[in-house]
């Protein structure tokens, strides 16, 4: 069973407006990260933010925060203010505290594109 | 501090060939990582080195891939034979902890296998 899901392949969104990225997740481990990652058309994997599950705030990192919806197992990416830049490839992971080992488990990811 | 590479970044080989490809972590970042992403699903675990040692290769699909981290420096990831279904794009990523959950992982731009 697939454990990361983003369910927009691709979403539009035009300049200086906020838009949201859906991830959902499946554990059972009651520890666990969730992570989202930018990828530029350069190709390299950007960290942007993490949220503990045992976290009791939504994370926050200057233009991204993190709505993390633990009883619906949800965790979007909010984006606020979007600027062309942000347009991209992303991913959002997970790695599980007490089954997971150290691997890093993503979705198949949604690509951005922010319209001027 | 130089980021985490990887060579070549794009490789085109036929069915059969075999092909290496290389990552060299950041300077002092004991644990490594291989991921894989086939067109369009999301990007898989392959293994994870701790220096030398495979911690986890429970991602690495069959026995025509070989990881080798001799040294505990740089990896290589060999395909032999490399079939249709190998196409993708080989991402390495490291990290100086693995412990805990919210350790940071560092990617290289990736490699881009097509096999034909």
């Known amino acids: 069973a697939q454990k990361i899901t983003q369910t927009q392949p691709g979403m539009f969104v035009q300049e200086k407006e906020a838009v949201t990225l859906d991830c959902t997740y499946d554990?059972?481990?009651?520890?666990?990260?969730l992570f989202w990652y930018k990828q530029p058309s350069s190709g390299e994997m950007i960290f942007l933010i993490y949220?503990?599950?045992?976290?009791?705030q939504n994370a926050t990192e200057g233009r991204y925060s993190l709505n993390f919806q633990k009883a619906r197992k949800s965790a979007n990416l909010v984006i606020s203010a979007s600027q062309l830049g942000d347009s991209a490839m992303y991913f959002c992971?997970?790695?599980?505290?007490?089954?997971?080992?150290?691997?890093?488990?993503f979705g198949a990811g949604t690509r951005l594109f922010v319209k001027a | 501090e130089a980021g985490v590479t990887q060579f070549p970044s794009h490789s085109v080989i036929e069915k059969g060939q075999t092909v290496t490809l290389r990552c060299d972590p950041i300077?002092?970042?004991?644990?490594l990582y291989w991921y894989r992403r086939v067109m369009g699903k999301e990007i898989k675990f392959l293994l994870h080195?701790?220096?030398?040692?495979?911690?986890?290769e429970s991602g690495m699909p069959n026995n025509r891939f070989l990881a080798e981290r001799t040294g505990g420096t740089y990896s290589t990831l060999k395909v032999q034979p490399a079939e249709l279904e190998d196409s993708g794009v080989y991402f390495c990523?490291?990290?100086?902890?693995?412990?805990?959950?919210?350790?940071?992982?560092?990617f290289g731009p990736g490699t881009r296998l097509t096999v034909t």
């Open positions: 990523a490291s990290s100086r902890l693995a412990g805990g959950l919210s350790y940071e992982q560092y």
């Open positions: 554990t059972s481990d009651p520890s666990y990260g």
């Open positions: 949220q503990g599950s045992y976290d009791q």
């Open positions: 080195f701790v220096k030398e040692s495979k911690q986890d």
């Open positions: 992971a997970m790695r599980e505290g007490d089954t997971g080992g150290f691997k890093t488990i």
């Open positions: 300077s002092g970042h004991d644990n």
